[in-house]
């Protein structure tokens, strides 16, 4: 419920403080005073998009303060708890306008954004403006307000998943079909470009390894002749023959020179070592190269053969392992490609079968649901004077989407044997804002949680029509809290709660001011209602009688 309500410096607004009541409340007031100000000020605070000019002319910002009970399982609690904002019973709001367009809000003294504020909003309050009718007239919102009444989100929400697993299967299908006839165009060349591919069967880093041999190969002759020399140099015929001479020399007089030939016989017998060691490895270097011309022929056969293949195929050499992997899957899927189909296609018409069945039993509860809804709405029009009108709220076909495959349309006929229509065509405007309440009634309920704002719901009807439309509003704000922004006296009289709205010049500024009526304003206001700006005895005492009841 809506507590109280602080506005300072918001268009013709300096400071105003309300504070609202259980029940109905009801403001009145001449045209201009400033009663739609009142709702763009709590449309602001709600974070509702609306003007995009709102602070005083010489201030520097506008701000508006509200603040609602929180009743224990208020559904406003768990949008406090998801945003991480503290959760009490009583919930403030402030949000803040500055002069060049910034805007900032709080919520419990903790800063949050808009769209926080506009999701506490869809519990807190429900507007019903002077166009609310429009959305009546707009024959695409009828489904969602059939599907509110019958509590039917569910169902749409299974619907609805249902649904975008069937695009998702079709998608896929779709996707399989286009690559397996890109992929079909091309087998001719797929076959044969993995039939070379395969032949050859190019290895990782092959390429870069033929290149290196090649090249030793071609440089192998002048190598081996090099270390041939070598070779002969360290061999028996060369420095291993010296040394073992020496050794030999030296071994032959070492007992009779004592110690002092034992380190150089010990050098002798390492370098011995160490020299054939060298030879060793010089005649295995001379085994690996060792070539012969045709083997060099067969290396640059293959090393051109990879070379060419990549350049056909415009990739690197070393590319070509992975390039024929890549076509051996494509070709696999080819070959698997009717398999995968029929997978595919069955996914499809399980997808389906489930969303004609989730569809089938929305559209079941929406007709059960048309069916309670036509009773309530026309339970509402008696009181509004319009029992002899006639609700009813029309299914037909329409193409699978992701709600169902439903259209939804109210008709009515506002007189016997008159032919039914589209509401917008056949209601006159006063009959549009009461097939709107009657409507409006039975979607809130009779113990919504939130404040109903009815912004002069009863234009365009008068005299005892205005006085059913008013019954029908108090009887409603029993055990809430109902907001009506009206012109009617009748409706005016059986508010619990009344304030008028009114400008006022000081110092050649407007400003808008809003004050509580006791009993002798009060009778006073709703006799301006009726009379004009003249009151007279006459229209006091209508007032009087108003009142009364």
Known sequence: MLRGLEIRDILIIDRLELRFQPGLNVLTGETGAGKSILLDSLGFVLGWRGRAELVRKGASQGEVLAEFDLPAGHPARAVLREAGLPEEDSLLLRRVNTVDGRKSAWVNDRRCSGDVLRQLSESLVELHGQHDDRGLLDARGHRRLLDTFGQLDPLVDATRSRWRALRQAQTALDAAQAALAQVAAEEEFLRHAVAELDKLAPQPGEEEALDSRRRLMQSAARIREDITRAHAALSSDGAEAAMGNALRWVEGVADRAGDVLNAPIDALGRALGEVADAIAGLEAALDQLAFNAHELEELEERLFAIRGLARKHQIAPEDLPAFAEDLRMRLARLDAGAGDLAALSQAVAQAEAQYEHAAQALSAARSAAALRLDQAVMGELAPLRMERAVFETQITPADPGPEGCDMVAFSV????????????????????????????????????SATMIFDEIDRGVGGATADAVGRRLAALAEGGQVLVVTHSPQVAALGAHHW???????????????????????????????????????????????LQG
């Open 413 to 448: 006929a506002t007189n016997p044997g008159a032919p039914a229509g589209p509401l917008g065509k056949i209601a006159s405007g006063g009959e549009l804002s009461r097939f709107m309440l009657a409507l409006k009634v039975c979607l809130v309920g009779e113990h919504s």
């Open 500 to 546: 008028r709205v009114e400008k006022r010049v000081v110092n050649d500024l407007t400003l808008s001011t809003i004050t509580p009526l006791a009993d002798g304003a009060r009778i006073d206001e709703i006799a301006r209602m009726v009379s004009g700006d003249t009151i007279t005895d006459e229209a006091r005492a209508a007032a009087r009688a108003l």
